[in-house]
Structures are given as C-alpha cells and as structure tokens.
C-alpha cells in the first residue's frame, strides 16, 4: 500500500468507528420500542414547528417505534403505521414485550421413564361431526372420445 493512501484510509476508518459508536447513548439504543410516559403527549405529522400546533394527542402507555432522534423531538411511528414528531421529554425506552409461548401440539411425546406411546390427545376433537351428505360421490367414468370423420379431398 502505497504511503499516501495510508493516512486517509485511517483517518476513514477511525470515522466509521465514531459512527457505530453513535448509535447508542448511555440510556441505551436510541432508535426502539418506546412508550409515552406523560398523560398527554403532543403528536405532530410534519414537525415541532408546523403552523396550526399538535395534530392530536397520545396517551399515557400508547407504544411507539422510534425512527429518528434529534434535538428536543423524535421521529416516531404508531402502531397502526402513523409517522410524526414527540417531545423527547414524553417518552422513554419500553420495557420488553412478553413473549408468548408456542402452541402444543396435539400429540407430545411420553416423558422419560414412561411407555413410548404418545399421550392420548384426539386431533379431531375440535372438528363436526362427520355427516354422510358431506361424502363426495364418485365421478362419473370419462366416455373415449368419438372418433372424427376423416373427409377425402
């Protein structure tokens, strides 16, 4: 590598550290799941500044997902997709969300030191009963196609 090229390469890379080391602050990530801390909370869709004030209000608890920070406001998304501007005094990180369990399924495996057998779970037991007028009847047998005339010219 030529001597030239060294000092800037650095200097470009030592850039690119100080950006990923922007991307969180001593509170934690700053783009996440956020949630308004304040009983009303001042909802802007184009900015602090727009002439005609708040388009509405959040309540306490509504959760959002912050896309953008700045000085004094954020850019947040609702959860039904609106996008706007919030105090960044109003809002704080969420807790997590809690984690639902997967369903079982309907037949589990015997535990350890039992028969090999699966538990006895009906899979159909959430299913209507079975009535004859739901059975499909048989198809009719397709006929050969007829045989096409052959005309002489």
Do not use: W
């Not at 030239?4 to 030592?14: D, N, S």
Request: charged residues 20%; proline residues 16%.
């Amino acid at each position: 590598m030529p001597r030239k090229l060294a000092p800037p390469l650095i200097l470009g890379l030592a850039a690119l550290s100080l950006v990923g080391a922007c991307s969180s602050g001593k509170n934690g990530p700053r783009v996440g799941r956020y949630i308004v801390t304040v009983p009303k909370a001042a909802f802007y869709k184009y900015g602090p500044s727009q002439s005609f004030g708040p388009d509405f209000v959040l309540p306490q608890g509504q959760r959002l997902t912050k896309l953008e920070m700045s000085v004094g406001f954020s850019h947040v998304m609702t959860d039904d997709g609106t996008t706007g501007y919030v105090s960044n005094e109003d809002i704080k990180p969420a807790p997590p969300e809690p984690i639902t369990p997967p369903p079982t399924p309907a037949y589990t495996t015997a535990s350890k030191g039992s028969s090999s057998r699966r538990n006895k779970v009906d899979p159909y037991r959430n299913m209507p009963p079975l009535n004859m007028n739901d059975v499909p009847l048989p198809l009719p047998e397709a006929e050969p196609p007829k045989a096409t005339p052959k005309f002489r010219y």
